[in-house]
């Protein structure tokens, strides 16, 4: 079973991704922020990490490179509305 990672500070956004994703049968954790995204993958492993760019704590694209500097082989999407 795949297990995915859903970033984002808009929590009503974060929950409906989410949800899409456990209707297809993954199993999915969330963060509210890149920092806390970091510290979930260095505790975690993930096959896919969905991140919003514009968010507390830590960008997306800052924890894009921590993330991939910590595991290159997970794969990162960025959604942003920006």
């Known amino acids: 079973m795949h297990r995915l990672l859903v970033v984002d500070d ?3 956004l974060q929950d409906s991704i989410k949800e899409a994703l456990e209707y297809h049968n993954f199993v999915v954790d ?3 922020n890149g920092k806390e995204a970091l510290n979930k993958v260095i505790k975690q492993k ?3 990490v969905v991140m919003d760019v514009n968010m507390p704590e830590m960008d997306g694209i800052t ?3 921590e993330i991939k500097r910590h595991d290159p ?3 990162v999407i960025i959604l942003t509305a920006f």
């Open 46 to 48: 993930y096959d896919l």
């Open 73 to 75: 082989s997970v794969i």
């Open 63 to 65: 924890a894009l490179t």
């Open 30 to 32: 969330t963060a509210d």
């Open 10 to 12: 808009d929590k009503i």
